[in-house]
């Protein structure tokens, strides 16, 4: 399995991508960097993209992709839980904003969605995904996949603290966990479902005392403005915990 970070933060700007992370070219999770990290004929390699959740900055990217496959002609399969697919449906493909491409072209839509059910397992191009809800502000789901050779990646998209019941039902080898800001930020993590590094400690020891591992751990979704300072935090906690804990960062390309 090979990944790569198309965006690893939770702002834009000419050096920063929002959440996107792409697997053996072909399996996308989120579209917040898809568009403007892809060529057309990497963008036309894609067969299923990974929505956890419907914020802006986790769907942005979803009207372009569906132009562009519109244009070649062709069609893309997008999985997501129903309140993504009814924000989507409602706010931006709804034919005012942008064209509605889960209905158009007719008979051969350019987006064909379908909906996941938290907690069951599909089976989308050829990898084993487990779709699980996450502590979030709008309803969010994380990500296991396993490859038909069996790595497993296991994404949490946007989370707050409290994933033990999660990590019951997972075993990734490697772990994409968010943390967004600094510690000085614990009242917003708790209030909006995010998480900071101490917070993150909490949640890998509970990882560590459910599983009885740690699995590789790569951080996404930082505000780049805090950057250095969550990594000075992470360094603390990955002492503590005796562990490796990496910032993820464009371009970064992972094999399994």
């Known amino acids: 399995m090979d990944i790569e ?23 996308a999770i989120e579209a917040g960097a898809l568009t403007s990290s892809l060529t057309f004929p990497a963008q036309q390699k894609l067969r299923a993209i990974l929505l956890s959740h419907q914020h802006y900055d986790h769907i942005r990217d979803i009207p372009a992709i569906g132009m562009n496959f519109l244009l070649h002609e062709n069609s893309i399969e997008v999985y ?32 064909k969605f379908k909906i996941l059910e938290p907690g069951r397992t599909e089976l989308i191009c050829g990898y084993s995904v487990l779709p699980l809800l996450v502590n979030h502000s709008a309803p969010t789901v994380g990500f296991q996949i396993t490859s038909a050779d069996g790595k497993t990646v296991f994404y949490t998209s946007d989370t707050g603290p409290g994933l033990a019941d999660v990590w019951r039902q997972v075993s990734p080898e490697l772990l994409f966990i968010e943390v967004t800001t600094p510690n000085s930020y614990d009242e917003f993590a ?55 804990i990496q910032l993820g960062y464009e371009g970064m390309r992972i094999h399994l």
């Open 80 to 111: 997501s839980i129903q309140p993504v697919y009814d924000i989507l449906s409602a706010y931006l493909l709804n034919d005012d904003i942008y064209v509605n491409f889960i209905e158009r072209p007719p008979g051969k839509p350019a987006i």
């Open 5 to 27: 970070i198309l965006g690893a933060h939770n702002i834009e700007s000419k050096n920063t991508g929002h959440v996107s992370l792409l697997i053996d070219d072909v399996l």
């Open 190 to 244: 708790h209030k909006s479902g995010h998480l900071t590094p101490e917070l993150l400690q909490q949640e890998l020891d509970s990882f560590r005392e459910i599983k009885g591992y740690l699995p590789q751990v790569v951080l996404v979704h930082m505000n780049p403005l805090e950057e250095k300072a969550i990594e000075a935090e992470i360094a603390v906690v990955a002492g503590a915990l005796n562990t490796t």
